[in-house]
């Protein structure tokens, strides 16, 4: 026996205790935590009868413990992250075997909550349970070269309707299980977007997804091959249950978008990087303004106002100046390659930009 009967004990259980109210869930936060635990340890108990006593298994007193011994690129160290509450972290390992030698370990389970919403994760180590899920994929979307299947379930709690939605990929060879219960499909991508990061950039990545995007949930990515080797990729939300394109950006190598509040109002701008085929690399910044979306860019004057540089080469040539935003830093850059090459760097939120309606070119 090993940790995908554990892992399957463990979400039979959950079915029962997990699905309540948002009000529900708030007051009885703590009973559910306890309820929790107890059938991790009832799961365990069963584990151990039918399997022989083959693992043992650790409660950890935090993450950091985990991630420093195993010494290696484990996504658990994401769950650290500002807005995330831990709440339980047991690991399974091998019997007689050393808890702090991943070498020996079979499954680490984490549950918490990320900004309200309850999860579990499990990294699962024993390559027996790496295989295929055979289960059909609601959705399937990718992070840079990792592909992640997502599954849904009907639940119900009470009169409430709800879903279980479990992300299952793999990386650096340890298999992960990432479930939650929610109304809302967007929220299981808000869980990957924590431990897997954004879409990176590279390859067509058309049906890939961001989220909350302009405040109006998931976006999907569509690519459209504009010249030999160019393209443009094209941002949709579902608006009345329509598909709405609320942005384009324009490149060789992949889709460089990123959600990001930069005014501070909870409602997060769209950036783009732009390539276009004259090699002219510009920033495209779109906001929600009140159910109209907006397409901003660096207003003509900003540049030699506050770094003394010019927008245009002599005889009014427009691309002298060479914009990106680097999501690294979070901080939109600026080269002047008029001369001798200098970048500077900004940050003033949605100032520097002039704003227009967006409207769509199929």
Known sequence: MNSKYLYDAIG????????QSEVSKRKTGWLKRGAMAACLC???GAFFLAGGSQVEVKEIGSLEEVVISYGG???AERLTASGVRTTSVHLSYTKGGNSSDPADWDTLTITGDYNGQDFTMDCIFDSQTGKKDTTKAYATTRYGD???NIYRKKSDWGNRKS??????FTLNGVTYNLSIYSD???DIYACLDLVLGEH???GDQSGAALTNVLGLGVCRIEMEEISHYQYKWHYYVKVDGEDVCVAEQFGYDGPEAWSRDLDGDDVPELICNNTYGDGVRTV????NSDGMIEEGCVRESYYKEKFGLPRHVEGGTFGALVEQYDSEQSVFTVTDCYDEPITVEFDDGLEPFDFFPFTHRP
Do not use: Q
Request: aromatic share 10%; hydrophobic share 50%; no cysteine.
């Open 146 to 148: 990792v592909e992640v």
């Open 200 to 202: 990176e950039s590279g």
């Open 42 to 44: 009832l799961a365990v």
């Open 163 to 168: 879903f279980s939605y479990r992300a299952r």
């Open 184 to 186: 809302d499909v967007e």
């Open 284 to 287: 495209a910044v779109y906001r």
């Open 12 to 19: 039979a259980l959950d079915d029962d205790i997990l699905e």
């Open 73 to 75: 690129n484990l996504l």
